[in-house]
């Protein structure tokens, strides 16, 4: 059963940095599309950044280029986002969401980690 946990959310200010995680479980997920998504409220559901396959190509939305890196630990199975240089706007439910072989190239996703970006 594949199970996605993350942690790592908080109350931050502008300016700063957090490092989220994505523990993933049933799986190896080496291969799989693992990717960051957001949810502010009364928005939509939308892509941050994702580690696209084994070799490691990622792709990241324009409003986070620059500042986010997202990486995985194979040996650990987590898939991570830094965030650096952190905005207002940034504040949203982060999901992390994976999809291959491991999955059955079906959608699974974790249940969402709280970042609030205020002063």
């Known amino acids: 059963q594949v199970q996605l946990v993350e942690s790592g959310g908080g109350l931050v200010q502008p300016g700063g940095s957090l490092r989220l995680s994505c523990a993933a479980s049933g799986g190896t997920f080496a291969s799989s599309m693992m990717s960051w998504y957001r949810q502010a409220p009364g928005k939509e559901r939308e892509l941050v950044a994702v580690i696209v396959n084994a070799a490691g190509n990622t792709n990241y939305a324009d409003s986070v280029k620059g500042r986010f890196t997202i990486s995985r630990d194979n040996a650990k199975t987590t898939v991570y986002l830094q965030m650096n240089n952190l905005k207002p706007e940034d504040t949203a439910v982060y999901y992390c969401?994976?999809?291959?072989?491991?999955?059955?190239?079906?959608?699974?996703w974790g249940q969402g980690t709280q970042v609030t970006v205020s002063s």
């Open positions: 969401k994976a999809w291959g072989r491991d999955t059955s190239y079906k959608d699974y």
